[in-house]
């Protein structure tokens, strides 16, 4: 068990709809970041948070977002599903602002039907 | 031509055998090099993690990296059933968080 959590574990929504995804870091963990994972993309980072603020940008679409909170856990938000969604979302988090190690949690998969 | 290469197998071995997965990279600014075990349907597990060029060793597992030719390796002696699993490499450059991994081995040793 990394300490890192994820909710939902399973996610089955239609196209065009939004989904929040949520994460909380390991204790004592600032960074944390936001993973896709699909069958022909592979592991593609999306985007880091520190401390609460948006700290790298990775290949994440303009309809996705996310933010992190005071308590440090932190949301992606997708919008406008396309089937192409569909996919496992990692969270990780580290305990400094630069990516060396980082732990994965256990992954939300999205189902975009 | 993808950044970091990584041969996606399968890749099948006995019990006991000495298992070698390797990646390529053509960013020469990687400093950080990473391997991830990930069971399936689980999150990536970080296995080793080193800086710049040079060996690290744990228990039965060895990285090496070879910044001269892009070169990254990992070591599994004495493999087990249990290590079977997709093997991820990652790297980054200092102070930069986009971390790029490759494709993933999968690799499943055979009692």
């Known amino acids: 068990d990394s300490g890192v959590t994820q909710t939902p574990k399973h996610l089955i929504t239609a196209t065009g709809q939004r989904v929040t995804l949520r994460c909380s870091p390991r204790?004592?963990?600032?960074?944390v970041y936001w993973y896709q994972q699909s069958l022909d993309q592979g592991l593609q980072f999306l985007i880091q948070?520190?401390?609460?603020?948006?700290?790298a940008k990775g290949n994440i679409l303009e309809r996705f977002s996310a933010q992190q909170f005071p308590d440090l856990h932190s949301e992606l938000n997708l919008s406008s599903l396309e089937l192409g969604d569909s996919a496992l979302y990692f969270c990780?988090?580290?305990?400094?602002?630069?990516?060396?190690?980082?732990?994965f949690g256990p992954g939300t998969r999205l189902t975009v039907t | 031509q993808k950044e970091v290469e990584q041969d996606p197998g399968p890749l099948s071995v006995p019990e006991g055998a000495i298992v070698s997965l390797n990646c390529t990279y053509s960013?020469?600014?990687?400093?950080?090099f990473m391997w991830y075990r990930q069971y399936s349907r689980k999150g990536p597990e970080l296995l080793m993690y080193t800086y710049s060029s040079g060996n690290k060793e744990d228990g039965r597992f060895t990285a090496q990296v070879d910044k001269s030719s892009k070169y990254i390796s990992l070591f599994i002696r004495d493999s087990q059933p249990s290590d079977s699993a997709t093997y991820l490499c990652a790297m980054s450059q200092y102070n930069n968080n986009d971390m790029r991994f490759g494709a993933g081995t999968r690799l499943t040793v055979k009692p």
């Open positions: 990780a988090s580290s305990a400094s602002g630069t990516s060396g190690r980082q732990y």
């Open positions: 948070y520190y401390n609460g603020e948006e700290r």
């Open positions: 204790s004592g963990d600032l960074s």
């Open positions: 960013n020469s600014a990687f400093q950080y």
